[in-house]
């Protein structure tokens, strides 16, 4: 396993960083692809499988968001002590509040069905359940994008590895968020195609998002 990892990063390290980004955020949209098409196989999954499932992932990306992307951060940075902390804990701050400014101005549904959060909208309780998944996708197709783009501007601190250590993060994660589309689309008396096709749309955004910074 370890030398198929090894010849796979090799793989990934030789071809333009413009392709590797696309076939690591294509990775991330595939998982999640492949947990909405659970819903060909299960009616509906207990709530505290996928809880426990959205809990481990979710302890993932913690991870891999600290090891691929603010520990590299605090390594380039100037300075030291908490000066060296600085840049990365603003960038830090302003992507958070970024992803809250979005989730109260975009119009959602989140999958406890109770009520609509953001702007009013007339959209149906299907869109707005894949907007909910899709509003939290675009910043992992840009944080992969940015460690590529990082390996292709040469900082040393970026690496392909790393890159695809948080690609492989999200994947992870993604797999039950594909699950909880499709699911309580199922569940709404959608047909399984079509619970499908809107849960693995949801993540249609990451090979988007992952170009969406200029590689140098």
């Known amino acids: ?21 696309l076939i690591a955020t294509t990775f991330t949209w595939a998982m999640t692809a492949l947990g909405a098409a659970t819903v060909f196989f299960f009616q509906t999954m207990r709530r505290s499988v996928l809880d426990g499932m959205l ?4 302890g993932v990306m913690v991870a891999a968001s600290f090891w691929s992307l603010l520990s590299p951060a605090i390594a380039m ?3 030291e002590g ?13 992507g958070a509040l970024f992803l809250f400014a979005l989730d109260k101005v975009l119009p959602h549904l989140h999958i406890n069905f109770q009520e609509t ?4 909208s007339p959209w149906q309780r299907t869109t707005l359940l894949v907007l909910a998944i899709t509003l939290h996708n675009i910043p992992e197709g840009l944080a992969v994008g940015v460690l590529f783009g990082g ?8 690496s392909v590895s790393a890159a695809a250590i948080l690609a ?9 968020e594909g699950i909880a589309v499709s699911m ?3 569940r709404m008396g959608m047909s399984r195609w079509k619970s499908f096709l809107y849960g693995q749309s949801s993540a249609l955004v990451e090979p988007v998002a992952g170009h969406l910074r200029p590689v140098q």
Do not use: C, D, H
């Not at 000066?83 to 804990?89: D, G, L, M, T």
């Open 184 to 186: 309580p689309l199922r």
């Open 151 to 158: 390996v292709a501007a040469g900082i040393p601190e970026a």
């Open 1 to 21: 396993m370890t030398s198929m990892y090894s010849a796979f990063i090799a793989w990934m390290e030789s071809i333009n960083p413009i392709w590797a980004a």
């Open 55 to 58: 809990g481990f992932t979710g």
């Open 117 to 120: 959060e953001g702007r009013k």
């Open 168 to 176: 492989i993060g999200i994947g992870i994660q993604n797999f039950p």
């Open 82 to 94: 908490f000066i060296k902390v600085i840049p990365a804990a603003i960038g830090f701050l302003a």
């Open 77 to 79: 940075s100037e300075g």
